[in-house]
């Protein structure tokens, strides 16, 4: 079941008329069965692989709350994470290790083929697999204690609004509140409903649009050379920054009408003057997650030159690894953590240089200059992202620069089809709305100024979104969400 659905139009209304109906007591069942119900409308067999994640992470917890030997509960560690990661491994990337190992077993003469299985990746198995082993290391750490009622439990592994992409939520935030009482807030209902507008509009009217022109061209990247691909690389940045933060957005502006207050997942990325600093405002739970459960035990920043950079290095390419079993998703890690290293390595003669060439001054300038090779740094691994091999990767870079002639360019770029000049105008219109926009969220809560606003402009500006969604946005091949299949 999709946000921008019909379905979901129904069943979001349905269940916040139904949980802010039924007596507490009740309401965490009523959210169970509204969660399963909305993964079970892709495929009802993928509700047993929640179950299963479900109740091996809440037995081991509770296991290792009652062994008091740190050698049998890092036992209990051990299988718990072999069940999830198992499961993880074995509809996420059985196929690509067995694919990669049949050019070695042929030139080793070792074997000729290798097993395929042919299993449909669940949706969202990556960000529910990631939060439940979250809960469990936190209880080994004895960082919480475990929870006791499987379907409080239950819940905070499927709960609807974050269930198949995230923010990927800690126990510590999330599990307390299904035991708070929420009641109707007007004032929170709104501030929800204002987000999930501002994320249909990301999706709708950007992201999809723009997917029309990046699935033509990055469909067949030996046809298209110049300002198409210039323009389609673009494109993409914007499109899976729309289309993933649209996601959140929505997400988290659903749980707000209930109650629930979900993490912040992005913090507008494409003004950080770094990428370190990227990466600090994208995919947050995400970055988050990996700082705490893999790069601190790996051991931080609290070690050498070497083993941090082993550290930096070995986080980037199993997040890269974490978006997709493929080469790119690994070669995309590979250049956000070689640009990470290297702009650790030369901040200081950097700051030098900027000093000397500006003598201190023009601060705003500099920053500016920061803000535009970051993203341009971004953009270009964002090809290695988007392409589907490596080859076809380089293939793009190499057709950047191909130019015939402009007027051949932008040939090539009236014929692509159900995309025109209108629809160059309403999407750069769109981003450079959201822009202005994320500019001023830099100094404060844009949904605060708009509700401290007249009655007539805070109205007009609600009904202008969404007359906007109706008339501007994608509906006739919308898509699915780009990080369902990760």
Known sequence: ??????????????????????PQRLRWILLLGASYFFYMSWKPAYALLIFLTTVVSWGTALAMDKVKNRRRRK???????????????????????????????????????????????????????????????????????????????????????????????RSERLLPQFR?????????????????????????????????????????????HGLPVILATYFFAFQIYCDFSAYSDIA????????????????????????????RRWHISLTTW???????????????AFRLYFNVMVVFLVSGMWHGANWTFLFWGLLHGTYFLLGRTTASWRQKLGEAIFRKRFYTLRALLNILLTFHLVVFAWIFFRARTIREGFMVVGNLF???????????????????????????????????????????????WVSRQHFALRWGLYIGLLFFIEVFGVFYQSSDFIYFKF
Do not use: C
């Open 1 to 22: 079941m999709l946000f921008h659905s019909l379905a979901f139009l129904i069943f979001f209304p349905t269940v916040v008329f139904l949980y802010f109906s039924a």
């Open 252 to 279: 988290i502006g659903a749980a707000q009408v209930m109650g629930f207050r979900l993490m912040e997942n992005f913090r507008r990325p494409y003004f950080s003057a770094s990428i370190g600093e990227f990466w």
């Open 402 to 448: 191909r130019f015939d002639t402009v007027a051949s360019g932008w040939d090539k770029f009236a014929l692509i089809k159900h995309f025109n000049r209108l629809d160059l105008v309403v999407v750069a219109t769109a981003i450079f709305i959201m822009e202005v926009l994320q500019f001023f969220q830099e100094r404060g809560s844009i949904r605060v």
């Open 75 to 169: 036992h209990l560690l051990f299988a718990t994470l072999a069940v999830n990661l198992g499961v993880l491994f074995l509809f996420k990337y059985f196929n690509f290790f067995s694919h990669s190992l049949l050019p070695l077993g042929r030139s080793l003469n070792l074997f000729t083929s290798t097993p395929t299985l042919k299993l449909l990746l669940p949706i969202g198995i990556s960000f529910y697999t990631f939060q439940s082993l979250s809960y469990t290391v936190d209880v080994y750490r004895q960082n919480r204690s475990p929870e006791r009622h499987l379907g409080i439990f239950a819940l905070y592994v499927s709960f609807f609004p974050q269930l198949v992409a995230g923010p990927i939520e």
């Open 290 to 304: 990996f700082r705490d459960y893999l790069y601190i035990p790996l051991g931080g920043n609290r070690v050498g």
């Open 180 to 224: 708070e009482v929420h009641h109707f807030d007007y004032q929170q209902v709104t501030d929800g409903l204002k987000l999930m507008a501002w994320g249909f509009f990301k999706k709708l009217v950007i992201a999809d649009r723009l997917a029309v022109y990046v699935n033509m061209v990055y469909g067949d990247p030996a046809q298209f």
